[in-house]
C-alpha cells in the first residue's frame, strides 16, 4: 500500500468581504495494489548427466526453501533442508546409473509469497563397473600386525579418486595410511600396530567412484572386524631362543631352531597368515629330488605359515636336542610340541613375528610383509598421503578373547598315511648361497588339516603343497 499525504487549511476572512480565497493544501490516500511476485528465488547444480559421486544440492536466495521433491525409478529421494532453509542437499548413493529424476522446489520470501521451480536431470551410465572386496573379513578377531586389504576386479587409473572413497573407523583416531601393491589391490595400516582388542570398520564408498573414463564403481563395500591380544614374537637364530610378548608382557622364552646353513630363516618382520593343526611338508614341492639329500617328507603339526616360500612356525619333535642350541631346520622355526601347541593355542591370524640373526632378508611380499617397509616408503605407495582414521564411538566393543588350548593331534594325523615313508633329514654342507624355500602354492597333492584361514575362528580341509 502507498500513502500519498497533502496538507488542508481553511483559511478565516475578516468583515464582511465576500470574496473567498484560493483553496489550500489538501489530504488524499491513494491504495497501490501489492506485487504477487516472490523476491525468493531457486537455483540447483542439477542437469545434464550427472555422476552419481556429485551430491546434489537445491539453494534458495532472498527466501527459504519449503518443500523439495525429488523422485526417480525407485520413488522419492530424500534430502535434508537445512536449519535455515537456505539449501538442500542429498548424498550421492541415493541415486541409480543411468536413470531420470524429476525435481520440484519451492521457496518463499521474507512476505511468505512463494515461488516454485521444476527441473529434470540424468544420471550417468557407466561403460563398465568395478567391484571391490575386504579383507579382513566381517566378525574376525584378528592380531594387531594385519593389514586392511581392498582388492579391485579392474585396475584403477585415479588411484587417488578410489583411495579417497575408502574410510577407516576406529573407536578413536589413528595416523595411517593406505598404499597401492598393485593397479587391483592397495592396502592400509597405521603408522604403528594396532590397539589390541579395538573394533574396526573399513567402507568403501565406491558408488559413482570412477576409476578411468567410463567405469565407476558398482557400490558400496563395508567390513567390520576387531584386533585380539598383542601378540608379538620375537625369534633370534643366533640364540635359538623365540620370546613370546602378550600385551607388552613377556609370557614365555622358547627354545628353537632355525634354518641351517643354505635353508637361513628370512630375518624380517612377517605375520601368522594361516593354523593348520597339521601338515604333511614335502620338499619335492619346492624342486628337491627325492634322491637329493636334503629332501624330506614329514607330518608337522601345530604348524603356522609364514611366509608364501614354506616357512612356518610348527612342532618338530626330531629336533628337541638342537632346539636352543643349533639351527638345523630347512627354514621352518621349529620347538617342541609342548611348546608349539603352547603357541598355537595363544596365537591368531595377523599375530606378529620379528626374526632376526640371519644374513637373509625378509623379501617383500613373501607372505604379509607391510612391517618390513619404513613409514616414509610405505607412504610413497599412497596416492593421497597419510590419513586418520574416523574416531567413531558408535563401534560396538571389541570381544576380549580368553586364553585357548590347542586341541589334541587326531590319532589319524600324529603319522604320515602308511604308503608314505619319509626320508630322514641329512645334515647338509654349507654352501655358499641360501637354497630357495620350498613352494606353497595352493595346489599340488600334499594336505594340510584343520587349517585357520583369515577368518581365524573358522577351520577347514584343504589340500596345498607344503613346505619345511
Same mark, same amino acid.
Given at each position: ?7 488542508v ?14 483553496l ?15 523476491? +525468493? ?11 552419481? %559421486?556429485q ?35 542429498v ?9 531420470h ?17 521444476? %527441473? ?20 574376525g ?23 579417497e ?17 598393485s ?24 558408488t ?9 564403481g ?54 601368522? &597368515? ?40 610348527? +612342532? ?9 642350541? *643349533?639351527?638345523? %631346520?630347512?627354514?621352518?622355526?621349529? &620347538? ?35 612391517w ?22 558408535a ?14 593331534i ?8 602308511p ?8 645334515p647338509?654342507? *654349507? ?13 599340488? %597333492?600334499?594336505t ?21
Amino acid at each position: 500500500m502507498r500513502i500519498v499525504a497533502t496538507g488542508v487549511a481553511l483559511l478565516a476572512l475578516s468583515g464582511c468581504s465576500a470574496s473567498t480565497s484560493s483553496l489550500g493544501p489538501s489530504l488524499m490516500l491513494t491504495t497501490v495494489p501489492q506485487s504477487r511476485t516472490s523476491m +525468493a528465488t531457486i537455483s540447483t547444480d542439477a542437469g545434464g548427466s550427472r555422476p552419481l %559421486s556429485q551430491p546434489l544440492s537445491i539453494t534458495a536466495r532472498d527466501g527459504r526453501l519449503t518443500t523439495v521433491t525429488v523422485t526417480g525409478p525407485r520413488g522419492t529421494v530424500h534430502g535434508v533442508i537445512a536449519p535455515d532453509g537456505k539449501s538442500w542437499t542429498v548424498e550421492s548413493r541415493h541415486f541409480s546409473y543411468g536413470s531420470h529424476y524429476q525435481l520440484t522446489a519451492t521457496a518463499v520470501d521474507a512476505r511468505g509469497v512463494p515461488t516454485t521451480m521444476s %527441473s529434470s536431470f540424468d544420471t550417468v551410465t557407466p561403460i563398465r563397473t568395478f567391484t571391490a572386496s575386504i579383507t579382513p573379513n566381517s566378525g574376525g578377531i584378528v592380531g594387531v600386525g594385519m593389514p586392511i586389504t581392498v582388492v579391485f576386479s579392474r585396475p584403477i587409473r585415479d588411484k587417488k579418486a578410489v583411495q579417497e572413497s575408502l574410510v577407516v573407523h576406529t573407536p578413536t583416531a589413528l595416523e595411517g595410511a593406505w598404499s597401492w601393491r598393485s593397479a587391483k589391490e592397495v592396502q592400509f595400516r597405521p603408522r604403528t600396530y594396532w590397539p589390541a582388542y579395538t573394533s574396526i570398520q573399513v567402507d568403501a564408498n565406491l558408488t559413482g567412484v570412477r576409476s578411468k573414463p567410463g567405469v565407476f564403481g558398482a557400490g558400496d563395500v563395508s567390513a567390520s572386524f576387531s584386533t585380539g591380544a598383542s601378540m608379538v614374537t620375537h625369534v633370534n637364530a643366533m640364540t635359538d631362543q623365540a620370546s613370546v610378548y602378550r600385551d607388552g608382557q613377556l609370557l614365555k622364552t622358547i627354545p628353537v631352531t632355525t634354518g641351517k646353513v643354505g635353508f637361513q630363516t628370512r630375518s624380517g618382520t612377517v605375520l601368522i &597368515m594361516t593354523k593348520e593343526l597339521s601338515r604333511i611338508m614335502d620338499a619335492s614341492t619346492g624342486g628337491t629330488a627325492k634322491n637329493d639329500p636334503n629332501y624330506y617328507r614329514v607330518m608337522t603339526h601345530y604348524s603356522m605359515r609364514i611366509t608364501d616360500s614354506g616357512e612356518f612356525l610348527h +612342532a618338530a619333535p626330531w629336533s628337541v636336542g638342537n632346539q636352543g642350541r *643349533a639351527n638345523v %631346520s630347512h627354514g621352518c622355526v621349529g &620347538m617342541s610340541m609342548s611348546n608349539a601347541a603352547w603357541l598355537y593355542g595363544l596365537s591368531q591370524i595377523g599375530d606378529v613375528v620379528s626374526i632376526t640373526g640371519t644374513p637373509v632378508k625378509q623379501n617383500q611380499g613373501n607372505g604379509i610383509t607391510v612391517w618390513n617397509e619404513s613409514w616414509d616408503k610405505w607412504l610413497a605407495g599412497s596416492a593421497a598421503g597419510s590419513t586418520w582414521t574416523v574416531a567413531d564411538t558408535a563401534l560396538p566393543p571389541a570381544p576380549t578373547p580368553t586364553d585357548t588350548v590347542a586341541p589334541p593331534i587326531p590319532a589319524d594325523q600324529m603319522n604320515l598315511p602308511p604308503t608314505a615313508t619319509p626320508s630322514p633329514i641329512k645334515p647338509t654342507p *654349507a654352501a655358499s648361497a641360501v637354497k630357495p624355500h620350498h613352494s606353497a602354492n595352493a595346489s599340488g %597333492s600334499s594336505t594340510a588339516r584343520g587349517t585357520v584361514s583369515a577368518s581365524p575362528r573358522a577351520t577347514a580341509t584343504v589340500t596345498v603343497t607344503a613346505a619345511g
